[in-house]
């Protein structure tokens, strides 16, 4: 009868606690939109509005597709929500969100369907070091930004968003400046 008792709590703490293995990040960015860096038709009227936007991502995630720099993770409906001057957005599709590592920059790049028909594509361009590897190993997981190297200012013309909507003649891309962080915090190392 003991052992029967010690095996039911062994399985009940298991499962009580597995949530707690598993934490959301949330990455966050906040600025504002401009200049126009291709001429393009800004058909929602972004250029010169302040921009906000975030992106909930679980630390259980794993890639959907590797290379030998980069890592694209898959995030759900109603993952990413923005506002962009008066439009507010939650995503009602899968969204991507891709880290690329670099020599000379890290970026972090969110896309997927936008408000009113429209493809979006953020860039963040950051230091070198924002992520570990670990990132984009085919068994990775998403990470908060590196503690050293948060929050992070972003400028354009590296960080910019580009969209494409049903009403435009062609794509828009527009600078943005202004910062990137992650809660939770990333752990010292």
Same mark, same amino acid.
Request: hydrophobic share 35%; glycine share 10%; with cysteine.
């Given at each position: 009868?003991?052992?029967?008792?010690?095996?039911?709590?062994?399985?009940?703490? *298991?499962?009580?606690?597995?949530?707690?293995?598993?934490?959301?990040?949330?990455?966050?960015?906040?600025? $504002?939109?401009?200049?126009?860096?291709?001429?393009?038709?800004?058909?929602?009227?972004?250029?010169?509005?302040?921009?906000? *936007?975030?992106?909930? *991502?679980?630390?259980?995630?794993?890639?959907?597709? $590797?290379?030998?720099?980069?890592?694209?993770?898959?995030?759900? *409906?109603?993952?990413?929500?923005?506002?962009?001057?008066?439009?507010?957005?939650?995503?009602?599709?899968?969204?991507?969100?891709?880290?690329?590592?670099?020599?000379?920059?890290?970026?972090?790049?969110?896309?997927?369907?936008?408000?009113?028909?429209?493809?979006?594509?953020?860039?963040?361009?950051?230091?070198?070091?924002?992520?570990?590897?670990?990132?984009?190993?085919?068994?990775?997981?998403?990470?908060?930004?590196?503690?050293?190297?948060?929050?992070?200012?972003?400028?354009?013309?590296?960080?910019?968003?580009?969209?494409?909507?049903?009403?435009?003649?062609?794509?828009?891309?527009?600078?943005? $400046?202004?910062?990137?962080?992650?809660?939770?915090?990333?752990?010292?190392?």
């Amino acid at each position: 009868m003991h052992l029967r008792q010690m095996m039911f709590l062994a399985i009940a703490l *298991a499962v009580g606690l597995s949530p707690l293995s598993a934490a959301t990040i949330t990455y966050s960015l906040n600025g $504002t939109l401009g200049p126009n860096l291709n001429g393009g038709a800004d058909c929602l009227g972004g250029n010169g509005a302040t921009a906000t *936007a975030s992106a909930m *991502a679980s630390s259980t995630l794993t890639p959907k597709s $590797t290379t030998t720099n980069s890592a694209t993770y898959s995030l759900p *409906a109603g993952a990413v929500t923005a506002a962009v001057g008066t439009i507010s957005f939650t995503s009602t599709k899968p969204w991507n969100m891709k880290y690329t590592l670099g020599s000379k920059a890290d970026t972090f790049t969110l896309s997927g369907p936008g408000p009113l028909g429209s493809s979006v594509t953020a860039v963040s361009s950051m230091v070198p070091g924002s992520f570990p590897k670990s990132v984009i190993s085919a068994t990775g997981h998403p990470t908060p930004i590196a503690k050293a190297h948060e929050p992070q200012n972003l400028t354009q013309p590296a960080s910019f968003l580009q969209y494409s909507a049903p009403l435009c003649t062609s794509p828009t891309k527009l600078g943005f $400046t202004g910062t990137i962080g992650s809660t939770p915090a990333a752990p010292t190392r």
